[in-house]
């Protein structure tokens, strides 16, 4: 067989720079070169039993990921991240947002822990240049595992006033749903009223819920996918 | 880089014998087939001869092919044209038997529930294609008949057991595919279609039809609609080395369906549309050259399957998924755990190895694949499946290749996984 051209740059683009003119899911150089040449990822867990350990898995694909971090005092005293190693069980945009994510922690100094739990998915977004819109879920995991291991740091030396609970506020009173479930919903695809009640049912039991359901559809549409 | 596609399941590339002869068809003979001049009568009279081809090769009758747009639409067709015809006939007929023997003791005259009374019964797999399945779920959801999805055992293999008790009076289909595209596994077809027709005969009635999605069995297996007993069979061109966007449905004669598309009354009014001219000749002549090579080609790539599936199973921790020997000549389906999919489709294309993956990161919709999972098999296996189909252009060489390559593809993407799962639940 001949051998195939390979794409052209421009078609193998994120999407995230416009939304609406999707071109599949092909994905950037950057992406490509974190996939293919991941960053900081743990072989072997026997070193790190000491550091501080973040675990998430995605119910949107049964993904999973763990994140082990060092936090030390730099040389002003602040506490700084200086370590940030991981494993992903996911796809190609889950271990490339995961890898960018771990460069962006530890770079220069390392982040200190009020700048890491302020960063966003986007920013990862941006550093791989874009994901496709059905990936972006997966850029979620890292700084979610990220902050469950901030967690364990503030568990393990004592500073539990710090531990942030992402508890979520219950939107459907009869169904317990939250603004979570409704945030997962929407990274998971759903768009319209329609299809995050398929997923989550949110307003059969309690139907006054659903014009906050329709904010929060609005407000975290525009906050991952800018529309 | 030399490119190995093993992807054919997905699709096939044309065979140039098709090219060629499909070549004349879209300048020189470009008429349409319902225009009675010159050209036009030189088109029509291509795809009777098209028509008369496959009508052969499936041991049917000309008036009983019909031309689509491919096997989604035959699919469709089949399960909505089907019920939409015998929604009437059924009720009537029902309503007449049960209404006219309530004394003479004939069997399963009474419905279980006044629902099942009003709606037609169809039954499926649950390894279908979707273009069976979201059609059926569909028609369920919208209440226009009651569904039974038949469950498929470790292998893949739909129990004729099963169909026989799920069968009732109120039954006007039965679909199931004749060899599945993920895991190749072949269905009984013959053992169910003997089985509906005793039932029918049993109970004195032309219910339920037989329908058979075989456009992955095409082209390694022989399709005789009279030794297989179907009544309507889906086929098409994209996986057998023909034109894609053309397919066929059988229909046995004196079937009622209902058209899906109306217009200017081709294909007996059944399926509106100007003929497809090129695309027509070239089914044919594809569905002719895989039927006529079929046997040598079927012993050289099962040779190639089982090489390519052995050497991959010396990987640790994989589960093979499919049936062992019931299977296409041409379809090697793993599970490698701990692992996911879509990440190991990715490192295989970075080597030139062209494949799929039953994974919910690689889907549209993040379901894992729904065939995988219907063989017992947990969301991570399914993450972890892998398809290799074979085809004309795979050579030793290729599958060596991916024996070669596979094992460092495996034991890098396990080194990033958190996962670790114990195969005591896999085997
Ligand atoms: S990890 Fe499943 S889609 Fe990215």
Redesign the pocket.
Known sequence: MNPITPATTDARKGDVVAPTKEKGWFYTDTVKDHFFHPKNFLDGEEDYKDAYLGMVG?P??G?AMKVWLRINKGTDGVERITEFKWKTF??A??IASTSMLSVMVTENEGLTLEEALKLRPQQIMERLGGLPNR?V??SVLGDKALRSAINDYYRKTEQTDKIIVEQGRIIDKVLKITDHDIEEAVLEGADTLEKIQHKTKVGTGDPSCIPEVEQLLRFYKEKYFGS | MHTIYLDHAATTPMDPRVVEVMQPYFIDVAGNPSSFHTVGLRAKEAVTEARQTIARLLSAREDEILFTSGGTESDNLAVMGIVKAQRQAILSFCHSRAGGNPSDGSPGLRFATPEDDKKPHVMTSAIEHHAVLEPLLHLQKIGEIELTVLPVNREGLVAIKDVRTALKLSTVLVSIMFANNEIGTIEPIADIGREILAWRKEHITPYPLFHTDACQAAGAIELNVEKLHVDLLTMNGSKIYGPKGVGILYIRRGIKIEPLMRGGGQERNIRSGTENVPAIVGLAKAFELVQENRETENARLIKLRDRLAEGLLKIPKTRFNGHPTDRLPNCVNISFMDI?G?AAMLYLDAQGIMISTGS??ASSS?DPSHVILATGLSYEAAHGSLRFSLGHSTTKEDVDFVIAVMPKIVERLRQMSPVNLDMKYFN
């Open positions: 995605s949107a694909c993904d996911g796809c945009s889950a990936k879920h997966c | 996911e879509e919910a990161c993040l």
